[in-house]
């Protein structure tokens, strides 16, 4: 079955160390987005890819990074430097033109103690 | 960057109508619209392509004003299934750039 897998689905880290998110996809779609949401809050964006090798920061980009070596993946990571890192965080796919829907992944809840 | 969304919250009686807004301050390509259940991912209901196009799936509907930078989700005869938090997404240019609103929780109760 095609869709956009993320592990896990809960995450547990200590202040002070860096994590990384998975977000696989098998949908052939040459846009991937990474996504943080607060609770009662929206979906913020953190970044965005559009092809490999190749991606943009969003709106709250600071204390992240990520990756884009092929096509199915963008994993983020999430830096001691983001001070307040505990959120939902959600992963997006789509085909590389604008009027095409955004399939999400499941979602990975981020804790940080 | 993001859209605005208004109202809310908003709390119905099945069979009760229910209209949400999304307003953009910059010119618009797109707009998305998507609902989500608690802890769940968003799932998508529609598009709305710039040229103040209509679209509807049985009794959700929408509209697009470009000139306005609007879009609104007419939910009719509300269902319990329709409880969950809406976001519209939109898009300023082929970017691929999308941006959420904060979302309007929408409760129907029997």
């Known amino acids: 079955d095609g869709g956009i897998t993320q592990s896990p689905k809960y995450l547990f880290r200590k202040e002070g160390q860096n994590v990384t998110l998975s977000c696989e996809q098998n949908l052939n779609h040459d846009a991937m987005y990474w996504y943080r949401q607060d609770p009662g809050q929206g979906l913020r964006l953190i970044y965005y890819s559009q092809i490999v090798n190749d991606f943009q920061k969003g709106d709250i980009a600071e204390g992240y990074s990520v990756s884009r070596e092929k096509k199915e993946s963008f994993p983020l990571t999430v830096t001691s430097a983001q001070k307040n890192p505990t959120a939902f965080y959600l992963c997006?796919?789509?085909?590389?033109?604008?009027?095409?829907?955004?399939?999400f992944g499941p979602g990975t809840r981020l804790t940080v103690l | 960057q993001q859209p605005v969304q208004s109202p809310q919250a908003v709390i119905l009686r099945e069979g009760e109508d229910a209209v949400i807004n999304c307003s953009s301050s910059k010119a618009l390509y797109s707009v998305h619209w998507y609902r989500q259940k608690h802890g769940e991912a968003p799932v998508f209901l529609m598009i709305?392509?710039?040229?103040?196009e209509q679209k509807g799936h049985e009794k959700i509907s929408a509209s697009f004003n470009e000139k306005k930078q609007q879009s609104s989700l007419y939910l009719t005869a509300s269902q319990l299934s329709y409880s969950g938090t809406y976001f519209c997404g939109t898009e300023g240019g082929n970017n691929n750039d999308m941006r959420f609103g904060a979302g309007t929780r929408l409760t129907v109760k029997p």
């Open positions: 709305l392509l710039k040229g103040g």
């Open positions: 997006a796919s789509r085909l590389a033109v604008s009027y095409n829907e955004q399939f």
